[in-house]
């Protein structure tokens, strides 16, 4: 048995042919049909990765805010627990999305930002290559 390498980032079909028996709808085949290349667009970017980091963002934020005004009003003992859980909560939540940012998010943009102007320069080096090739008559001269 041979293992392939896929360079793309994208699951691959289970080969066990296990078909959700759903699938076999033909309801739901037109609608994949459809929409086949809508799911493929929205899954190819990072948009659910921007979308959850967002929410985790504003709901941190939230849930300090919240944690700070019920322990500010020097609550008795069960609902001060809960006001430093909620604190807590909130603070781990949106710290985490600054790390996650500054970790994964920016090198990863700068990684595609560096890999646009890498096949920018080769693009422009094999055009001026195939120019070079016409002014020379279709002989590549070597140097």
């Given at each position: ?63 300090q805010v919240v944690g700070y005004a019920i322990k500010s ?46 096949d920018a320069y080769e693009a422009l080096v094999n055009q001026s ?15």
């Amino acid at each position: 048995m041979t293992q392939q390498s896929h360079t793309n980032d994208e699951p691959q079909p289970r080969d066990d042919g296990a078909i959700d028996p759903e699938m076999r709808n033909p309801y739901y085949l037109d609608w994949m049909a459809e929409n086949a290349t809508d799911l493929k667009r929205s899954v190819a970017g990072q948009h659910f990765l921007y979308w959850s980091l967002g929410s985790a963002f504003v709901l941190g934020l939230a849930l300090q805010v919240v944690g700070y005004a019920i322990k500010s009003s020097a609550p008795q003992e069960p609902l001060g627990l809960v006001a430093d859980l909620l604190f807590a909560l909130g603070w781990a939540l949106w710290t985490g999305v600054v790390v996650v940012v500054f970790v994964e998010i920016v090198p990863e943009a700068k990684r595609r930002q560096i890999k646009r102007a890498i096949d920018a320069y080769e693009a422009l080096v094999n055009q001026s290559r195939a120019e070079q090739v016409k002014v020379s008559g279709g002989h590549e001269r070597r140097g």
